[in-house]
């Protein structure tokens, strides 16, 4: 039998490969990346993961934002608006905490099982 923090620590890189993927202008969400993983029940533990990832630069963690749109994730940038400049960096409207034209922007990540 696994032992917990080792099966938490393989799918945190397993998220982690999946944010590297997206490309530079979209976004994807936790569901979304919870689902390619085979795993989609846990939309939850992606987030934890993208919590855990802010030391990690080549992981960006701004591109992942909940089913709607909404930047549920900022609090955990350094900043206040950081998340949303970053997103706007990259030619993403954010009004309100919530991506303008999000399906135009959505990315969806292949199912990896």
Same mark, same amino acid.
């Given at each position: 039998?696994? +032992? @917990?923090?080792e099966k938490?620590?393989? !799918? !945190?890189e %397993?998220?982690? #490969?999946?944010?590297? @993927? &997206?490309?530079?202008? #979209?976004?994807?969400s936790f569901?979304?990346?919870?689902k $390619?993983?085979g795993?989609? %029940?846990? $939309? %939850?533990?992606?987030? *934890? $993961?993208?919590?855990?990832?802010? =030391?990690?630069? +080549?992981?960006?963690?701004? %591109?992942?934002v +909940?089913r709607?749109?909404l930047l549920?994730?900022?609090?955990?940038?350094?900043?206040?608006?950081l998340?949303? @400049?970053?997103?706007?960096n990259?030619? &993403? #409207?954010?009004?309100? =905490?919530?991506?303008?034209d !999000?399906? #135009?922007? !959505? *990315?969806?990540?292949?199912?990896?099982?």
């Open positions: 039998m696994m +032992n @917990q923090p938490t620590d393989n !799918f !945190f %397993r998220v982690y #490969k999946i944010v590297q @993927q &997206i490309p530079e202008g #979209k976004v994807t569901g979304a990346i919870a $390619a993983l795993a989609a %029940r846990s $939309a %939850r533990m992606v987030g *934890w $993961a993208m919590n855990a990832s802010h =030391n990690l630069e +080549n992981v960006p963690a701004h %591109r992942v +909940n709607k749109g549920t994730g900022k609090h955990h940038f350094d900043g206040t608006n998340m949303q @400049q970053l997103l706007e990259e030619g &993403i #409207k954010v009004v309100d =905490n919530q991506i303008v !999000f399906e #135009k922007h !959505f *990315w969806q990540p292949k199912i990896n099982g």
